[in-house]
């Protein structure tokens, strides 16, 4: 196992750790508003940053992306340029209203970034103790157990994944009208509100596939490499991999990503495509 993916294990795990004692008390639990439906707590904070203190440890000079704390440049950036190029992508609680209202589904998601290929990633669920972690170019894995995308053929046969816009309200006719669709031409679609955890329930075969606008960087790039290690397409709306960029996803196994996209992409507006 690469170092740098224990590390972000061992971080991950400690954030599990903080989330977990915090669940026990909700009643105590403060929470603010970053804009609207978008909550953070004290427990975003702390998650975070016990994940930063154990990152920064092992890995001074490499940058981070936290949703929290935002950009953090390595401690020696400008005199390393080979550890410049390196960026932590951390969301310390993907699926803060989920926790807010006692509802268990929710994780903790690392990725590693060298420029704009993520390498390394990781995303702990505390609840069932599931650790999704992948290494580029060496697979995918759930607890250490070698994991694949379903093996679904068709999109009439496929269980989808989703999440409704919150950030993007102006795109939510566009999104009902997929939504619609997608529902008549699949086994039927599911929201249940961490995308990060969606992504990897795409990589172990839970899901056939999904689709989602709107998202940002941490709710994506760990996701997005145990998609592509288990054997399974991820692109952004105009079919290329600029989804941390644009926020826009779409991920599925072999045959249903396909028929998936052609979906959205007969929907969408021309300024979204290709």
């Known amino acids: 196992m690469h170092p740098a993916l224990n590390i972000a294990i061992k971080a991950a795990r400690r954030a599990g750790q903080v989330i ?20 953070v707590t ?19 000079n490499y940058g981070i992306l936290a949703e929290e704390s935002g950009v953090i440049p390595g401690k020696s950036a400008g005199k390393d ?34 420029g704009s290929v993520i390498e390394q990633a990781v995303i702990f669920d505390p609840n069932r103790n599931e650790l999704f972690t992948a290494s580029k170019g060496g697979g995918a894995f759930l607890n250490e157990r070698r994991i694949r995308v379903s ?5 009439q046969d496929a269980l989808l994944g989703t999440g409704f816009p919150y950030r993007m309200l102006d795109k939510m006719d566009l999104y009902l009208a997929i939504f619609k669709e997608l529902t008549e031409k699949t086994a039927g679609q599911r929201r249940p ?5 969606d992504l990897a329930y795409v990589a172990c075969g839970r899901y056939d596939g999904f689709w989602e606008f709107g998202l940002s960087p941490w709710d994506m790039a760990a996701g997005a490499l145990l998609i592509s290690e288990a054997g399974g397409l991820v692109s952004d709306m105009r079919g290329e991999a600029n989804y ?20 959205i992409e007969d929907k969408l507006p021309e300024s979204m495509r290709g």
């Open 20 to 39: 977990n004692r915090a669940s026990n008390d909700l009643d105590l639990l403060k929470v603010s508003t970053k804009q609207p439906n978008d909550f």
């Open 42 to 60: 004290e427990v975003d904070k702390a998650a975070e940053a016990a994940i930063i203190e154990i990152l920064r440890d092992a890995y001074p």
């Open 81 to 114: 340029e080979a550890d410049a190029e390196y960026q932590w992508i951390i969301d310390p609680l993907d699926g803060t209203t989920n926790f807010i209202h006692g509802m268990p589904q929710y994780a903790v998601s690392i990725a590693l970034a060298k």
């Open 151 to 155: 093996r679904r053929l068709k999109l």
């Open 193 to 197: 509100g961490a995308a990060s955890l």
């Open 244 to 263: 941390l960029e644009s926020g826009n996803i779409i991920a599925g196994t072999p045959k249903v990503f396909a028929p998936l996209f052609k979906v």
